[in-house]
């Protein structure tokens, strides 16, 4: 797909990970839809940062766990840019979920991660759907991470719903083939959280092959990729830098 002139949408758009994708896709050409729940300074100064790239950039509150909200959110987008090309589901509560569970405060935790994970990517994917096939042309990108292939302690709700978003990745590409195509891209160790010591750090970046943290323009250019390759869908690219494979060492050739 050509991105020049297209609309994209980035749920979590104005931070992060999310923030490296929407001004991507800016400089590609595409105009921006950034949703945001919380972010409200942060959307402002994205939406400049892609404006300033020549696009129309979009800032649109939505809490994705909720129907109505992607409902109104797309209907929104289509009145004033005419519907979504590009869908990339990336907002992503990080949230400890202790197992067992021991109190409610904590299954409003498992409850909120897996809204978003989950419902609020099918809710999104749901609503944009429709104009895409009728234009007969649209991408869906998903942000997974590497706890698809291993379990992190304490983030129990987190696992289950990017597992979950993994299978929707693949059902969806099955259900909406052959005008939209759906995939994933998995990140490792890409953009450390401010609370991480340096040795820490360091600590995290000597688990993949390259012995370094990525950056989250390296998640943004494996986006790029699957949503103008239009002969992909129903797979997950990891950029992790080697990291599932490092456990072999340098002493596993036989």
């Given amino acids: 797909m050509e991105l ?151 983030f129990t709700a987190h696992a289950v719903g990017k597992a979950g978003l993994l299978a929707l990745t693949r059902q969806l590409a099955l259900e909406l083939a052959p005008a939209v195509r759906v995939n994933a891209v998995a990140p490792g160790a890409v953009l450390p959280p401010e609370y991480l010591s340096e040795e820490r750090r360091t600590a995290i970046a000597r688990r993949n092959l390259m012995g370094r943290w990525g950056n989250p323009e390296d998640v943004a250019g494996a986006v790029l990729f699957l949503a103008r390759s239009d002969f992909i869908t129903g797979e997950v690219l990891v950029v992790d830098g080697g990291e599932r494979w490092n456990h072999l060492g340098k002493d596993s050739a036989v």
């Fill in 4 to 154: 020049t002139g297209k609309t994209a949408l980035i749920t979590g758009g104005a931070v992060r990970v999310g923030k490296a994708i929407t001004l991507a896709l800016a400089r590609a050409g595409a105009n921006v839809v950034i949703n945001y729940f919380s972010s409200q300074e942060e959307v402002v100064k994205t939406a400049h940062e892609a404006e300033a790239l020549g696009v129309r950039a979009l800032p649109l509150r939505a809490d994705i766990a909720d129907r109505a909200q992607v409902e109104q959110m797309v209907r929104e987008v289509e009145r004033q840019l005419g519907g979504v090309d590009v869908l990339v589901n990336s907002a992503s509560p990080f949230l400890k979920t202790p197992f067992p569970v021991q109190n409610e405060a904590d299954w409003e935790r498992w409850k909120r991660v897996l809204d978003v994970l989950i419902y609020g990517a099918a809710y999104c994917a749901s609503a944009v759907a429709p104009g895409m096939l009728a234009r007969g042309q649209g991408a869906i990108v998903n942000i997974l991470d590497l706890v698809i292939y291993e379990p992190w302690r304490d």
